[in-house]
């Protein structure tokens, strides 16, 4: 008991925090002093007193209690809590005068409420025990530590049940000890803790967490805009927004919280919703929802799985939806913009089960509606078809991708990523490779293998690639192992040109199938080429090694590319921006255009040059972490890498004198086309802006 005592002292100034009550009083003359004394000296208990404070005993207890200690939440006898009879008597508190005396003297006569002293009531370890096991789910022990002061090496509940519920203590930040016992004077007066009884025979009895607001005779419904305001003003809404303030506090309490709440049929009179869609991506990792929602005010709405996972449609992002407007053009509802459909991001989701759409009131929890969990698969390609599925004017493609499908698909594509680590990668040879190339030439392949012999007729008789290079080829799909393989054999024994193919056990696409082929390179040179690029001449490498190494400033040169027909394909990338859109593009401001009509006519930096045909120093390439794989199916990836270069300090240079031929995107065209394609790429686009947008805006090279 002693020990007790001088812990309970050592918490005085958390008791003045508990009560908020001004401890600074106005002091007392001796003489109001000595009435204060003869009106309380006779209800004062001071062995109780003595008891449940440490004072010496050569120290006036009466005297301490009226000077000191009731400032510090001390009771004067066991009949008498100095804290709740200012917590229901706040006009008192304003006073500053001495509770007990303030009861005694006029507050008896007036009938003020009343509340027993809880230091009176010890309970056993046994009880104790039992109480922590009740409420340690519950317990936010986090903000128990931080909004009281309780230090780490003291026990979080059993402080709080020993002492801090009689401090008026809070457990969490969603139940108020003293609102409870005000609200059940019955339990307030059997000293029972307060919320190990709400846990238990609270809920059992239905007896509410919060007290219903007094209101005049209300009307048997509200409209809503009534009832949003209703809403507002409530308890339920207040302790609400403080959880949502944070989502550490949310995670802790939310669904604690409102499993506690009353589950009210139907949903609340200013909202209205309807969930149609829960599907799921890459195994719960990412996920979204989408549905309609008319309300009034601020309504607070989230889905929620079986787990306990909690997604507030806050920040979803509004879908147009003409229907929904239209069918609530005459209702009670101010609906004003058709932007009512909602679609919401959902993370780390179960991947079975149902997704259940709720809203809160001033009455408790609403069910607007539950949904089948839909498992998509990990795919990247299946992820946007689906996505790409929500229908969205094509002007707001750009901010809807940016808000929702850009963060869906980085999480699924780096997942898919993840795994290429503990793939298996067959490499076979061909021939015997230079021992000590200069240059490694990394050719991805999709979707056909015919062109190899092509670009073989041109290397077999290139003595600077016979005997300066290593070829490699990267197979991409898996459709061309069987053809290649039976193939690859006969190429090598009719042209006598060395090479390699790797396969790496899936598809990588372009950036992946370039930066497995680097794996395997060994050249300090690394020219990415694509299968459809084939040159017009000898020696055209050689050149374009001699223009990489005229300075350490230049980080990556390319080729002017031409079509089948001599004209202009690529002279080099400027970034244009599509105001239609909301996005830059990558624009070839020469293509269509003859040879002579190049504006360069001579190697020049630019703000970024194709990946059909590009040489970097492996130096440089490691030291930017290769191609970003990032992107979906293609586009971007070549700009990207030369953004990346530049952010270095490095220089992009487009060497016209070089000229090879390119049958742009003969195998690209095979991954689709149409609406979805203009997707991809308004999709890639974005995600190039928001890593670029400071070097796109600004100075082009």
């Known amino acids: 008991m002693t020990q007790e005592k001088n812990e309970l002292n050592t918490q005085t100034e958390e008791v003045a925090d508990g009560l908020e009550y001004e401890t600074s009083v106005t002091a007392v003359n001796d003489e109001d002093l000595q009435f204060i004394k003869t009106v309380v000296e006779e209800e004062f208990d001071e062995d109780f007193y003595r008891e449940h404070t440490s004072i010496e005993k050569n120290i006036d207890a009466l005297t301490h209690f009226l000077e000191k200690g009731w400032k510090e939440g001390e009771d004067p006898c066991e009949w008498f809590s100095v804290a709740a009879y200012l917590e229901l008597n706040p006009d008192v508190k304003k006073t500053q005068l001495n509770p007990f005396f303030h009861y005694l003297d006029t507050g008896k006569d007036e009938n003020r409420p009343i509340r027993v002293s809880q230091k009176k009531f010890v309970h056993s370890e046994t009880e104790l025990q039992h109480a922590a096991h009740v409420i340690e789910k519950d317990f936010d022990e986090i903000f128990y530590r931080e909004e009281y002061g309780i230090p780490k090496s003291v026990d979080a509940i059993e402080h709080y049940l020993k002492k801090g519920w009689k401090l008026g203590f809070n457990p969490n930040i969603w139940f108020s000890t003293s609102k409870y016992l005000n609200n059940n004077l019955d339990v307030a007066n059997s000293g029972v803790e307060p919320f190990s009884h709400f846990l238990t025979d609270g809920l059992n009895e239905k007896r509410p967490l919060y007290s219903s607001p007094k209101h005049k005779a209300a009307p048997e419904s509200l409209s809503p805009i009534e009832a949003a305001a209703r809403f507002a003003n409530s308890t339920v809404c207040e302790v609400a927004n403080k959880l949502k303030s944070s989502p550490e506090l949310v995670e802790r309490n939310w669904i604690n919280w409102t499993s506690k709440l009353k589950t009210v049929d139907g949903a609340p009179e200013f909202v209205k919703a309807h969930l149609e869609f829960a599907v799921n991506f890459a195994g719960g990792k990412e996920g979204v ?396 686009a974005v995600r190039h802006q928001e890593r670029w947008n400071g070097l796109l805006a600004g100075k082009q090279n």
């Open 289 to 684: 929802v989408l549905g309609w929602l008319v309300a009034e005010g601020a309504p607070i709405v989230w889905a929620e799985d079986a787990k306990g996972h909690v997604w507030f449609l806050d920040n979803a992002y509004s879908t147009r939806r003409a229907d929904v407007h239209q069918a609530f053009l005459k209702s009670s509802f101010n609906c004003i913009s058709e932007e009512l459909g909602f679609a919401q991001r959902i993370q780390n989701m179960s991947q079975t089960g149902s997704l259940t759409l709720k809203a809160l009131s001033h009455q408790g929890v609403h069910i607007l509606g539950t949904k089948d969990i839909e498992n998509i698969g990990s795919s990247p390609v299946q992820a946007a078809h689906w996505l790409f599925g929500i229908p969205t004017a094509t002007p707001n493609l750009a901010e809807r991708f940016t808000k929702l499908d850009l963060p869906i698909m980085e999480t699924i594509i780096a997942e898919q990523r993840k795994k290429y680590v503990t793939l298996k990668q067959e490499v076979a040879h061909y021939g015997t490779c230079s021992k000590d190339p200069g240059v490694s030439i990394i050719i991805p392949l999709y979707g056909r293998i015919d062109f190899i012999e092509s670009q073989m007729v041109c290397f077999s008789s290139d003595n600077f690639i016979n005997q300066n290079c290593e070829i490699i080829y990267v197979v991409d799909d898996p459709a061309l192992l069987s053809e290649l393989s039976t193939t690859a054999e006969q190429l090598y024994n009719l042209y006598k040109v060395p090479f390699k193919t790797v396969w790496g056990s899936t598809n990588r696409g372009f950036s992946g199938a370039n930066n497995l082929g680097a794996e395997h390179a060994t050249g300090d040179l690394l020219l990415f080429l694509n299968s459809d690029v084939f040159p017009k001449q000898n020696g055209w490498l050689e050149a374009l090694k001699q223009e990489l190494l005229k300075s350490d400033k230049i980080g990556v040169v390319a080729p002017r590319l031409t079509f089948a027909d001599g004209s202009i394909q690529h002279a080099g990338i400027e970034f244009k921006k599509r105001t239609d859109l909301g996005i830059y593009i990558n624009h070839h401001p020469q293509m269509g255009l003859t040879p002579e009509l190049d504006a360069n006519s001579s190697s020049t930096a630019l703000p970024a040059v194709t990946g059909a045909c590009m040489l970097i120093r492996r130096s440089d390439f490691d030291a930017i972490d290769g191609w970003d794989t990032g992107y979906l199916i293609g586009d971007f990836e070549d700009s990207d890498l030369c953004l990346k270069l530049r952010s270095k300090g490095k220089e992009c240079v487009y060497t016209p004198n070089i000229e090879l031929t390119h049958l742009e995107r003969q195998s690209f065209n095979l991954t689709g086309a149409g609406d979805f394609r203009m997707k991809v790429v308004i999709l890639n």
